[in-house]
């Protein structure tokens, strides 16, 4: 799927539950993005790594957690901490920060 | 830090007519500008990128122009046609350690049949 797979497609949660959503890449790229996008807003970042073992907050990094154990994958954790989570989840890499970002096809969250 | 203003947020044209789409960025220090087409439902993909170092650059039907003492960018859709209908996003990024791409909010662009 372009080298950069995310996944589930779709998810659903209740409120007040954690929940994990994957990323993996192919593409031997160093960085790696999370982020939020919903209706009218653009792409909001949540965190960045440009490494393994590292990574930075965003510009809404409050209520999500992410760790980057492996070069290939990139999990964020939505946690139940973030006040309006449904939104479409965006991942992307790159080979370095000033190139361009390959995105995947979205993970789409609704929490009820 | 960076700020990137995409104006309007609509635009509708006639097919066969051209489009262009401006951005502007905030910090001087920004050298990377790449352009992203979103199509509904799917992921935004990259159609198009300049470098500070250039004022233009072409590929096809797409152009972007640069003009860094103003600091804008602009991206220009030749012959529209109506697969060009989508979500344009313009991003800048300075380059360099723990430096990442900034957003504009995206514009919709609308090609009539």
């Known amino acids: 799927d372009g080298g950069i797979t995310q996944s589930p497609k779709y998810l659903f949660r209740k409120e007040g539950q954690n929940v994990t959503l994957s990323c993996e890449q192919n593409l031997n790229h160093d960085a790696m993005y999370w982020y939020r996008q919903d209706p009218g807003q653009g792409l909001r970042l949540i965190y960045y790594s440009q490494i393994v073992n590292d990574f930075q907050k965003g510009d809404i990094a409050e209520g999500y957690s992410v760790s980057r154990e492996k070069k290939e994958s990139f999990p964020l954790t939505v946690t139940s901490a973030q006040k309006n989570p449904t939104a479409f989840y965006l991942c992307a890499s790159s080979i370095g920060t000033a190139y361009g970002y390959t995105f995947g096809s979205g993970t789409r969250l609704t929490v009820v | 830090g960076e700020n990137v203003e995409q104006h309007p947020s609509t635009l509708s044209v006639q097919e066969g007519d051209s489009a262009v789409i401006k951005c502007t960025y905030s910090d001087s220090a920004s050298n990377y500008f790449p352009w992203y087409k979103q199509e509904l439902g799917k992921r935004p993909q990259l159609i198009i990128d300049?470098?500070?170092?250039?004022g233009e650059k072409k590929d096809q039907r797409i152009a972007v122009t640069l003009n860094k003492t103003a600091k804008h960018f602009s991206l220009h859709i030749t012959e529209t046609q109506p697969e060009d209908s989508a979500v344009y996003f313009c991003a800048a990024s300075m380059g360099g350690a723990n430096s990442k791409l900034t957003f504009g909010k995206g514009i919709t662009l609308s090609v009539r049949p």
């Open positions: 300049i470098r500070s170092n250039v």
